[in-house]
Nanobody, 121 residues
Framework: QVQLVESGGGLVQPGGSLRLSCAAS????????MAWYRQAPGKQRELVAA???????NYADSVKGRFTISRDNAKNTVYLQMNSLNPEDTAVYYC???????????????WGQGTQVTVSS
């Protein structure tokens, strides 16, 4: 009933930039926190950045100063601007949102399908 669809991944050279987008759709009453996670080959999924409905943010130490998370509540969309990318940023990036569907009082953890980001020369 609720879908998260990511876009914006791809191949970029070291030092380059990418902007990821994630749009939530379906019978959505409200969304609380939205976040980006990533998973590199052979590693556990890790939190990259998160943002509350009020705009408070937090970042993994490895991306502070390089990545910026933002959201458009009217569009149920979250963005991740990634600058100064390096090969260690290569991973599948997943969108996550705490969603309360219409007709319920419960928030569910929803995930996107993931988008590949590859940083390589």
């Amino acid at each position: 009933q609720v879908q998260l669809v990511e876009s914006g991944g791809g191949l970029v050279q070291p030092g380059g930039s990418l902007r990821l987008s994630c749009a939530a759709s379906g019978r959505i009453f409200r969304i609380k926190a939205m976040a980006w996670y990533r998973q590199a080959p052979g590693k556990q999924r890790e939190l990259v950045a998160a943002i509350t409905s009020g705009g408070s943010t937090n970042y993994a130490d490895s991306v502070k100063g390089r990545f910026t998370i933002s959201r458009d509540n009217a569009k149920n969309t979250v963005y991740l601007q990634m600058n100064s990318l390096n090969p260690e940023d290569t991973a599948v990036y997943y969108c996550n949102a705490e969603v309360r569907p219409v007709g319920t009082s419960i928030y569910f953890d929803s995930w996107g399908q993931g988008t590949q980001v590859t940083v390589s020369s």
